[in-house]
């Protein structure tokens, strides 16, 4: 079945350690996307990929980096996790035709820096 | 920048009411998408329904159907026959029709709406 996974659901970990979070879609989306859910539950986009290689920034600037190495993968890494990164990130993807503009979502990390 | 406001950080409806969630954006852009997705306490999120902006006909799927005025930038969503499982958060969402860089791509969201389905 298509669909988007991450991994882990729910990550708890010290200040200092690198963390990096999955994100999977089987459905042959080139479009990926990370989303910072805080706690007041807005949304912002902090990176999206247009495919392998591809990587940019968001409209919220972020310490974490992402890398796409391959279509289907587009982990999200933290070097040096800091109580500030807790929040939930939610990852998505979107194919190019024009007559979807759809965004498919993840259920989500759920990320506690302690 | 485009921006995204929900005025009403929670609504309550009876079960088999009608309720109407509001949206209002600010945009310089003629050409748009404009999206209600829910996300329950489950966490995922996933999509109400979608409004072309070059579209004049509203969008309606089942239930759920929209009240799109493109010169007042407004997009709300009615939800009738509410049910218990309509519970959740809802965000409106907007998205540029151009296919570029810079951030265009990604959705711009409001901070959205807790909606509680009253038994």
């Known amino acids: 079945e298509a669909d988007i996974y991450q991994t882990p659901r729910y990550l708890v970990i010290g200040t200092g350690k690198k963390i990096t979070l999955e994100c999977s879609q089987t459905?042959?989306?080139?479009?990926m996307y990370w989303y910072q859910q805080d706690p007041g539950m807005e949304l912002h986009l902090i990176h999206y990929?247009?495919?392998?290689?591809?990587?940019e920034k968001g409209d919220l600037s972020s310490e974490s980096t992402v890398s796409r190495i391959r279509t289907e993968h587009f982990p999200l890494t933290l070097e040096s996790a800091r109580p500030s990164h807790t929040s939930q990130y939610l990852c998505?993807?979107?194919?190019?035709?024009?007559?979807?503009?759809?965004?498919?979502f993840g259920p989500g990390t759920r990320l506690t820096v302690t | 920048a485009q921006t995204v406001t929900q005025s009403q950080p929670e609504m309550s409806v009876q079960e088999a009411e009608t309720v109407t969630l509001s949206c209002t954006y600010d945009?310089?852009?003629?050409?748009?998408?404009l999206f209600w997705y829910k996300q329950p306490p489950s966490r995922q999120m996933i999509l109400v329904i979608r409004q072309e902006a070059y579209k004049q006909q509203n969008a309606t799927e089942n239930r759920f159907s929209v009240n799109f005025q493109k010169a007042a930038k407004s997009f709300s969503l009615k939800i009738s026959d509410s049910q218990l499982g309509d519970a959740a958060m809802y965000f409106c969402a907007y998205r540029s029709a151009l296919a570029s860089g810079g951030g265009a791509d990604g959705l711009t969201f409001g901070k959205g709406t807790h909606l509680i389905i009253q038994p």
């Open positions: 945009t310089s852009e003629s050409d748009y998408y």
């Open positions: 459905m042959g989306h080139d479009k």
């Open positions: 998505a993807s979107s194919d190019w035709t024009m007559s979807s503009y759809e965004q498919y």
């Open positions: 990929s247009y495919g392998v290689n591809s990587t």
